[in-house]
């Protein structure tokens, strides 16, 4: 399997989280379903994660002191399969099995079947709080692993949310870093009308985390951001990154229709077009 | 029991033989909540084994578990009363090898946090034990929310889980240190209130493997959790009547030793079930489907009718509720009644 080589350059990491963006519009394409909008909108922080920030090894998958990385918000998983696909962790060819039957690429992401998946998410509102208790492990064992795990704006209407948020400030976990997709849409509506959850930033600083508000497509922001996080000490981070759903895809950009639905080859195409432009 | 016979009991103490159908039974026994026994196996397990961890939800005091807080702070941790985020948090901590026994109410795991319980705890087989006090209508005087009348129904509808509900405070303890030795989930579930000591530790306790703790030939009363007791008792009074009854002590619902249940089934012609839970999608649903699908007997279920019930004494509520041993001796004669 080609090895690719991190860490990257912002430029390179640029370039990666382009042909992610490719992996994710030509798997949804082939599977003719998923979740494009927030795959796409969460591509950049995925793609600096992977590729930059976190302590890995695609060879070893089981690493007891690796990085941990979550995507809570599971359904945008054409993303994390595209980026261990990218990095190493199994061959590309699968990307074209996503959602089919014997396929290591679940509809959800699934601990058991796809190498690098480190829990199990689908049902929104449990991977900060699966997080949290890898980040107490770590505390525990004296590890110096980080955790990272992204959530989404819609899926902060989930009460567990909270009560993660609670906890990772009780216990001060410093080893636990959480971003959020703000992409501000959600599979029925915009979030303002679905369940107004502003002002989140006050939110987050009231339950006790140190708030960092990003451009969450401005990959030196990013990377920034990130780096800073894994020094930062006494109180777990949130990085607020501000993002556009279905980002890269013009027909796809801010339109909550995509956040579930497949595009057909003709727009498949007209995605990969303006991506690698 | 004549005194030149051989006792009909296995594992069961003679002091709790001599006593079975007498009041002292609840009275004068050696009696504990099975919470306490989980509390009391939980810190030995600890000072054995760093990797234990245990997770409670602002009901250790309740359950005991600030024992283990006491002694072991730094493997000790309180979500408060957010089950939920207890539940997923002990899934993330089973992933990096931790066996985290994530402790509360029978309605809370199995309700409260169903959702963790399943997805992040049984789909990815997560190292983790649910250890749930307040099983069936144990918690008498705390009523109906706090009544976890379906928690062993709930828990075995999920795919792959070991549900374990043991009858008294030794087989608890067993019950809880088998567990940590099993790799995957498992529910287990305890009593709020108090029941007797019934065995001792030579009760050859094994996860999957029920335990005929009465022998007998006219028929079967497979039990678990705290209506094994009713049940010896419930063959006491039979005795008396001169049926030989057996009683089958089956603390593990799921998986169901189904070999256990056909020799029983076999060997005696008639079988009841007894369990402090939801009559339907518990032990007695479990039995009746190897039955039926093997060898259709005679056969009654002793549990809770489609009913909420409410807040009062244990032993009143058992007796209300259509639980005690009175009644389950009504269901064994109904049964030998329909085998001939």
Not at chain 1, 24 to 40: D, K, N, R, V, Y
Not at chain 1, 102 to 115: A, F, R, V
Not at chain 2, 259 to 269: D, M
Request: proline content about 5%; hydrophobic content about 40%.
């Amino acid at each position: 399997m080609e090895m690719v080589q991190a860490p990257m350059s912002i430029e390179e990491l640029e370039k990666m989280a382009a042909v992610i963006r490719c992996d994710i519009i030509e798997m949804i394409c082939t599977a003719a379903a998923g979740h494009p909008g927030g795959s796409l909108s969460s591509a950049d922080i995925v793609t600096a994660l992977y590729f930059r920030i976190m302590r890995i090894d695609p060879e070893d998958p089981g690493w007891p002191d690796r990085d941990r990385f979550i995507l809570s918000k599971g359904h945008a998983c054409p993303v994390w399969y595209a980026a261990l696909a990218e990095r190493g962790y199994f061959d590309k060819a699968h990307l074209a099995t996503l959602r089919r039957l014997d396929s290591i690429l679940q509809g959800h992401p699934t601990m058991n079947k796809t190498p690098g998946i480190d829990m199990t998410v689908g049902s929104l509102g449990h991977g900060l709080s699966a997080g949290l208790g890898m980040a107490l492990s770590g505390k525990l064992r004296k590890k110096d692993y980080h955790v990272w795990v992204i959530i989404g704006d819609g899926e902060s209407q989930e009460g567990s949310i909270w009560e993660a948020a609670m906890a990772a400030s009780k216990w001060k976990l410093d080893n636990l870093t959480a971003i959020l997709d703000y992409n501000h849409l959600q599979n029925d509506d915009s979030v303002d009308k679905v369940m107004p959850i502003d002002p989140l930033i006050d939110k987050w600083k009231a339950f006790g985390w140190h708030v960092i508000e990003i451009d969450g497509h401005n990959m030196k922001d990013i990377v920034d951001a990130l780096e800073a996080t894994r020094s930062f000490k006494g109180m777990p981070t949130m990085i607020v990154a501000n993002t556009v759903k279905g980002k890269g895809v013009s027909f796809m950009e801010n339109v909550c229709e995509w956040h579930g639905k497949a595009p057909c080859q003709e727009e498949a195409d007209k995605a990969l077009t303006e991506l690698r432009r | 029991m004549s005194k030149n016979t051989i006792s009909p009991y296995r594992y069961v103490r003679p002091d709790i033989l001599s006593i079975l159908t007498s009041d002292d039974l609840f009275t004068k026994a050696e009696r504990q909540p099975t919470r306490y026994s989980y509390a009391e196996a939980i810190l030995e397990l600890g000072a054995k084994n760093p990797d234990i961890v245990v997770l409670d939800a602002d009901v250790s005091k309740s359950i005991k578990t600030n024992l283990f807080a006491e002694r072991f702070p730094e493997r000790s941790f309180n979500f408060g009363i957010a089950e939920q985020n207890m539940m997923a948090a002990a899934a993330g901590m089973a992933t990096t090898g931790l066996i985290p026994y994530a402790s509360t109410y029978a309605v809370f795991a199995s309700m409260r946090a169903l959702d963790m319980v399943r997805n992040s705890i049984h789909y990815p087989r997560l190292n983790v034990k649910i250890a749930a006090s307040h099983g069936g209508i144990t918690p008498g005087p705390d009523g109906v929310t706090h009544q976890g009348q379906e928690d062993l129904s709930i828990m075995r509808a999920i795919a792959g889980s070991t549900i374990i509900a043991p009858a008294d405070p030794t087989t608890t303890k067993l019950a809880v240190w088998a567990a940590a030795e099993y790799d995957g989930p498992v529910y287990l579930s305890f009593t709020r209130d108090p029941v007797p000591v019934l065995f001792d530790m030579d009760y050859p306790f094994e996860i999957g493997k029920a335990v005929t703790v009465r022998d007998g030939k006219d028929a079967t009363i497979i039990a678990n959790r705290d209506l094994v007791v009713q049940s010896l008792v419930a063959a006491e009074l039979l005795a008396g009547q001169g049926l030989d009854v057996r009683v089958i002590d089956c603390h593990t619902l799921k998986p169901l030793d189904i070999e256990v249940v056909l020799q029983a089934a076999h060997e005696t012609g008639a079988i009841v079930t007894a369990e402090n839970n939801m009559y339907y999608g518990g032990l007695g649903s479990a039995v009746a489907e190897v039955l039926v699908e093997n060898h259709p007997i005679p056969m009654k279920r002793i549990g809770v009718r489609d009913t909420f019930a409410e807040s009062g004494p244990y032993l009143e509520l058992l007796k209300k509720y259509g639980l005690s041993a009175e009644h389950i001796v009504k269901a064994v004669e109904e049964v030998i009644e329909r085998k001939s």
